[in-house]
Every structure is written in C-alpha cells, then in structure tokens.
C-alpha cells in the first residue's frame, strides 16, 4: 500500500509525461468512482487507489489526465489513452 503523497507523486510524474498539468491533484475517498477530473482541472484520486497494483493506478491517473484535454470519451481520447499506457 502506497501514501498519499506517493499517489500524488505518480500523477505528477505522468502530468510531466504527458505535457497534462492538473491545477489541483487531491485524494479523498469516493464511494462510487476511482478518481474525476473537473472542468476547473482538479483531479481527485479515490483513496482506494492506494492498495491498487501500480498498473492499475496508472490506468486510471492516465485517464482522468487526459480529461483535461478531452472531455468526453472519444476517439482521441482512447487513442492516446492506449498510447500512454503501452510504454
């Protein structure tokens, strides 16, 4: 199980990754969502995540990164989701 502070440490590494910067990244914990990305660009990580393999936090801190520059589920958004994650 990781802290807090190394949750936010990974969606940092990968915002620098992915030229994707939050105004805001907190964890808290969230009953029916593993993380959301607001229009105001803060993303918030479940505090679930913290007893997640790293694979599948990745996953999800790549998703709600990309929120910031796709708001929707689109094409483009999946497309650069896989490319992100296939390193």
Not at 12 to 25: F, H, N, V, Y
Not at 30 to 48: D, E, N, Y
């Amino acid at each position: 199980m990781i802290s807090n502070e190394q949750l936010r440490d990974e969606a940092r590494a990968w915002s620098e990754k992915t030229g994707l910067t939050p105004k805001e990244i907190q964890v808290r914990e969230m009953k029916r969502k593993w993380a959301s990305c607001s229009s105001r660009g803060r993303v918030t990580l479940a505090t679930s995540l913290l007893s997640e393999p790293k694979k599948k936090r990745d996953k999800v801190i790549v998703h709600e990164l990309l929120h910031l520059r796709y708001p929707n589920h689109g094409k483009m958004f999946h497309v650069m989701l896989k490319s992100y994650l296939a390193e």
